[in-house]
C-alpha cells in the first residue's frame, strides 16, 4: 500500500501487508465494476466471483459426485489466480494430486485480477460540461469520490502485517525473483566494470614507475598496517568476485556502491601516482597529494 499522490507505487510505502485471496478478489472486481462507469469499459462482475468463497461444485456424471471449490493462489508461479478443489465443506483438505479442476472447464480469467502493477485506488471520470454527465457527477461526488474504493477499502480493512516472516517465506519461494537491472543500468554496469579493470591496469603500470624511496614508504605504511602487499592483491580479487555475485544476485545498491566507490577509489589512487612529481594532485577541486605530502 502506498499513499496518495504516488501512481508508480515506488515512494510513500505504508506498509506491506497481505490479505486473503477471496477477499481481495471481491474488492478488486467490484473496484473494475465502479470504474467501467468512468472509463467506459465493458466489465461486469463475472459469475466466476461465487469461487471467492467456499462453493460446492456437483459433477455430471451419473454418481452426481461433489467437489468443493475455492479461488486461490496459482502454485505455479504464485502471480496468478487459480480454482483450487477440496474434498470438505470448509475447503480445508485438498484433493488429491490425481484431480484436475482444469477438467471441470471453469474460465476465471474474466475476473481481469493482474499482478505486479502499480493500481490506482479510483478511477476519475473526465470532466465534461454534458448535462447527463453532470447530474451523475455533481459537487458532491468530487468530495465523496476518493473515499470510495471498493478495492483499496477491503485490502485495507482485512489487511494483516507482513513482517519478517512473511517476508522470509517470500525471499524464499523460488517463484518470487528481483527486479532485474534495467538495460540502462546493464549499459552502466558495464561502462564501470571497464573502467574498473582499466584503472586496475594504469595503477600498476603506474607503480611500475614509482620512484624506489616512494615504493619503500608506501610499503611500510602497508606493513605497518599489519597488511603484506600479497594481502593486497587477494584483497582486489575478491572484491571484484563480491561485485560479480551481487550483480548476479540483483543487490543492485550494493552492486552501485561497491561498483562506483572501487571506481572513484582507483581513479585517485591513479592520480596520486601519476602527478606525484608535480607536487599536487586535484581532482574536482579537492586536493589528494600537496606540498605538504598525502591529503587524502
Known amino acids: 500500500m502506498y499513499g496518495k499522490r504516488n501512481n508508480q507505487c515506488s515512494r510513500k510505502s505504508l506498509g506491506m501487508y ?16 465502479a470504474n467501467s462507469e468512468f472509463t467506459d469499459d465493458d466489465y461486469d462482475v463475472p459469475d466466476e466471483i461465487e469461487y471467492t468463497d467456499c462453493t460446492a461444485y456437483y459433477g455430471d456424471d451419473d454418481g452426481g459426485s461433489i467437489v468443493y471449490l475455492q479461488l486461490g493462489c496459482n502454485g505455479y508461479g504464485g502471480k496468478a489466480i487459480a480454482i483450487k478443489a477440496y474434498e470438505d465443506a470448509y475447503c480445508n483438505t485438498p484433493m488429491g494430486s490425481n484431480f484436475s479442476t482444469n477438467n471441470l472447464g471453469i474460465d476465471i480469467s474474466d475476473l481481469g485480477v493482474k499482478f505486479e502493477t502499480c493500481t490506482d485506488c479510483v478511477s476519475w471520470p473526465a470532466q465534461s460540461d454534458d448535462d447527463a454527465n453532470a447530474a451523475d457527477v455533481d459537487d458532491n461526488f468530487w468530495a465523496t469520490h476518493a473515499y470510495d474504493s471498493p478495492m483499496c477499502g477491503a485490502a485495507w480493512n482485512t489487511k494483516e502485517k507482513c513482517g519478517r516472516k512473511c517476508q522470509r517465506a517470500i525471499r524464499k519461494s523460488s517463484t518470487v525473483t528481483k527486479e532485474g537491472f534495467t538495460p540502462l543500468g546493464k549499459f552502466f554496469l558495464f561502462l564501470f566494470s571497464v573502467s574498473g579493470l582499466f584503472l586496475i591496469l594504469a595503477v600498476h603500470s603506474q607503480r611500475k614507475r614509482m620512484a624506489t624511496e616512494d615504493a619503500l614508504a608506501e610499503e611500510n605504511i602497508i606493513k605497518r598496517a599489519g597488511i603484506q602487499m600479497k594481502h593486497v592483491v587477494f584483497g582486489m580479487l575478491g572484491l571484484i568476485l563480491c561485485i560479480v555475485i551481487l550483480m548476479a544476485l540483483k543487490f543492485k545498491r550494493v552492486t552501485w556502491t561497491l561498483l562506483i566507490g572501487s571506481n572513484i ?30 591529503i587524502a
Do not use: H, I
Open 265 to 294: 577509489c582507483l581513479f585517485s589512487y591513479w592520480a596520486s601516482l601519476r602527478f606525484r612529481k608535480e607536487g599536487k594532485v586535484e581532482v574536482g577541486g579537492f586536493k589528494l597529494y600537496g606540498d605538504t605530502g598525502p
Open 18 to 33: 497481505y490479505a486473503t485471496v477471496g477477499n481481495f478478489v471481491k474488492g478488486y472486481t467490484r473496484q473494475k465494476d
